[in-house]
């Protein structure tokens, strides 16, 4: 079993920044990837970005890039989120997910976390 910890969600005006931590634990030796997705309300779940901690790829959805910075720490596995110049519709709920490999289909990842709640007002 591998369980995924997330912290640091919180609100926010528009522009400003949150950081977003996930940590695993459990049987973790299958990880190579940790990333992050969201539901905002009303909508589906869509991929944000991951890393593998492994390979050292990092990856991102259009609409984040240059504003998002995804990271991992190699010798824990740890997937940290930060983001800055946050606007209105980031706001969702964010889910840490791992898996062996990357892939931008929320489903394919065999752990996912419970989500942590990051809202950004204007």
């Known amino acids: 079993q591998v369980q995924l910890i997330e912290s640091g969600g919180g609100s926010v005006q528009v522009g400003g920044s949150l950081r977003l931590s996930c940590a695993a634990s459990?049987?973790?030796?299958?990880?190579?990837?940790m990333g992050w997705f969201r539901q905002a309300p009303g909508k589906g779940r869509e991929f944000v970005a991951a890393?593998?901690?492994?390979?050292?790829?990092?990856y991102y959805a259009d609409d984040v890039k240059g504003r998002f910075t995804v990271s991992g720490d190699n010798d824990k596995y740890t997937a940290d989120l930060q983001m800055n110049s946050l606007k209105p519709e980031d706001t969702a709920v964010y889910i840490c997910?791992?898996?062996?490999?990357?892939?931008?289909?929320?489903?394919?990842?065999?752990?996912r976390g419970q989500g942590t709640r990051v809202t950004v007002s204007s």
């Open positions: 997910v791992a898996g062996p490999s990357y892939y931008t289909d929320y489903f394919f990842y065999n752990h």
């Open positions: 890393v593998n901690r492994r390979a050292g790829s990092i």
């Open positions: 459990g049987r973790t030796d299958s990880i190579n990837v």
